[in-house]
């Protein structure tokens, strides 16, 4: 493992079963049971979330900026659509089961819709990567939930 072959996006994993998983779901339960994800407190080294939203900006075409923040501006909603950075910071320091995947990191309802499979079946999936990430799962669920982490 380790060495990059053309034409494979990640080395090989395990694969496991449904039964696999949902006992590997339940040994990291123990480890980070639900209940574990209902509170959150700041960090006391949390960065301001702007500041974080501003240096992620360093990296984007500065004409769109103006653009990005106003349409943030628009409501609660708007703001964390693009606040992805900022809550991978605070989730980053929050429980979790360890379950890895490749996150959405943008899940919220916009970010889904319907695919024609090549069988012919209709899927419903997330169909927006901009922001994905190597991240535990549970970070993705709880973006889409917007669950309200604090006091």
Same mark, same amino acid.
């Given at each position: 493992?380790?060495?990059?072959?053309?034409?494979?996006?990640?080395?090989?994993?395990?694969?496991?079963?449904?039964?696999?998983?949902?006992?590997?779901?339940?040994?990291? !339960?123990?480890? *980070?049971?639900?209940?574990? @994800?209902?509170?959150?407190?700041?960090?006391?080294?949390? +960065? $301001?979330?702007?500041? %974080?939203?501003?240096?992620?900006?360093?990296?984007?075409?500065?004409?769109?900026?103006?653009?990005?923040?106003?349409?943030?501006?628009?409501?609660?909603?708007?703001?964390?659509?693009?606040?992805?950075?900022?809550?991978?910071?605070?989730?980053?320091?929050?429980?979790?089961?360890?379950? !890895?995947?490749? *996150?959405?990191?943008?899940? @919220?309802?916009?970010?889904?819709?319907?695919?024609?499979? +090549? $069988?012919?079946?209709? %899927?419903?999936?997330?169909?927006?990567?901009?922001?994905?990430?190597?991240?535990?799962?549970?970070?993705?669920?709880?973006?889409?939930?917007?669950?309200?982490?604090?006091?």
């Amino acid at each position: 493992m380790g060495k990059i072959t053309p034409g494979v996006l990640a080395p090989p994993h395990e694969v496991f079963t449904p039964g696999e998983w949902r006992t590997k779901g339940r040994e990291q !339960r123990r480890l *980070a049971p639900r209940s574990c @994800h209902a509170r959150w407190v700041p960090p006391q080294d949390r +960065p $301001d979330p702007v500041a %974080v939203l501003e240096e992620q900006a360093k990296t984007r075409v500065p004409d769109l900026m103006p653009i990005r923040y106003g349409r943030m501006a628009a409501s609660p909603f708007a703001y964390f659509r693009g606040a992805a950075a900022p809550m991978a910071w605070d989730l980053a320091h929050t429980p979790t089961t360890g379950i !890895r995947v490749q *996150a959405c990191g943008d899940a @919220h309802l916009l970010n889904f819709g319907m695919y024609a499979a +090549p $069988d012919r079946r209709l %899927v419903f999936d997330v169909n927006d990567f901009d922001e994905t990430l190597p991240a535990p799962f549970d970070w993705d669920i709880k973006r889409l939930a917007r669950v309200r982490l604090g006091p």
